[in-house]
């Protein structure tokens, strides 16, 4: 997980244009999130009908298919109740765009012609995306990324210091040493595979309370650096460090086959859990090498939203007033320079800046099921304030992680959906967890907080803000997320989309 300083901010904006659904307002950077919005938010299966009209390969009825939901839309259909089929989009009527510049009128037929029958796309597999990469003249859409990006990703690590930040994180390491050690039984005669190894730390963790092996996998060149750290403590007997992405087929050849380990260990989170992609390439570790009565860990992460109502710090943040005085001069005409809040900023906040506001979990992940197509989702999630509250200053967005072996929820009542699962967690020695929170202590990963477009966030008379988060990828950099915001609090609505790249 990079620090702050090693961000990549050169990357180019994405002007994409936004997918705005066609039962309301909401917009979306992708056709999957859309498609899954209208399934949870409105009980429509458009993914459905679009395999349904989309047989006959014809890009225009899918057009047509659009400019039809979104006609009944305007007449005040309930989308449960809409019913088109083939027949009725032969009309040529339906080729009047209902929507002025539809970006939306032009992707489903794309999204159509990259997916089978069965409604699965390409190159989510390991043998498809290395056939892809195999027939450089075929084009990739799943899965696709900007190499020059990928080359970016993996050279920032090469370098000493974040690598020494990750280190000193005491709630981070020691979170990872502790479970390892305190259920060293899991690990004893087990092989094992630690997934972006870095120094290699966690793979001499592994070794230390007595793997029988170790795959230490990293694609940066601080993998060679991890093969004298291993030989310097005498496991060069248990760890075997290889520099290769972990897709790459010589990692399969190097550990014996697919379904060979035991465990799968990372520590693959990023800012806003998801940024920088790695949890894709520990997905695919684990659905190539990891045994089916594997365990992987951590085992959970949960996401989490709260309320900063802190005028003064998010105007300090922004930098507004820093120009309204300069040396005595007024450089006020600067803050145009400021725009629009379109980045997530990554910030330490203080505690007392979500004080009276109770955080809401969106989302939990199981790390030993969760698909690469879930990590874009929709999910819902409601804040409670106290009476009086008028406003908000801006959103913050963390994660909690778990370390949980085998059985460990089933046999207590803890839900992981509860706001205090990482306490419960701790209080009831099922496991180890840790929180980025800002009422915990301080971490690496800080916390994404998502600044407004207009100063404020308006609260109705009802005290809360409901709505859904939406977490998804910019195109053509699957390495950063976008996260949006669609909520509605007294009649007024909130809607704001940001990006981590």
Known sequence: MSSVGEVIDDIPEDDGPKLVCVFCHFEFLSVPPLLEHCLQGHSYDLEAKVREVGKTGDDLLMYKLVNFLRRATKLKEDPTTINVTREMLADENWMVPVLEDDALLY?????????????????????????????????????????????????????????REMIEDRVRTDAYRDFIEQYAHLFKDKVVMDVGCGTGILSLFC?????????????????????????????????????????DFIVEQSIGGR????????????????????????????????????????????????????????????GKNFWKSVYGFDFSAMAELLGHNSEISVEDVPKECIEGSKPAVFRVLNISTVTIDELQF??????????????????????????????????????????????????????????????????HWHQAVLLPDENTIHIGDNGQLRGEVVYARPSMDARGISVQVAAESGGRKLNMLRYLR
């Open 107 to 163: 992707s489903l037929g794309d999204y159509v012609n990259v997916t089978t029958d069965e409604g699965q796309h390409p190159y989510t597999t390991y043998d498809d995306l290395m056939a892809a990469r195999d027939n450089p003249g075929k084009t990739m859409f799943k899965g696709e990324q900007d190499q020059s990006r990928d080359d970016d990703y993996f050279d920032s690590y090469k370098h000493e210091r974040i690598h």
């Open 207 to 247: 070794a230390r309370v007595g793997a029988k092996k170790v795959y230490a996998i990293d694609n940066s060149s601080i993998a060679h650096f991890a093969q004298r750290n291993v030989e310097k403590n005498g496991y060069s007997d248990v760890v075997q460090v290889i520099c290769a992405k972990v897709e």
């Open 259 to 318: 379904k060979s380990v035991d465990i799968i260990i990372s520590e693959w989170m990023g800012y806003g859990l998801l940024f920088e992609g790695m949890l894709d390439s520990v997905i695919r570790a684990r659905d190539l090498y990891l045994k089916d009565t594997g365990l992987i860990f951590p085992s959970h992460c949960s996401l989490l939203v709260s309320a900063i109502h802190a005028p003064d710090w998010t105007e300090k943040l922004q």
């Open 378 to 443: 929709n999910a819902p999630f409601v804040l409670d304030f106290p009476t009086g509250l008028k406003s908000l200053d801006a959103l913050v967005i963390w994660f909690d992680t778990f370390f949980l072996p085998p059985g460990a929820l089933g046999s207590s009542h803890i839900s992981l959906s509860e706001l205090n699962a990482v306490d419960l967690v701790k209080e009831s020695s099922l496991g180890i967890s840790f929180s980025t929170g800002p009422q915990y202590t301080p971490t």
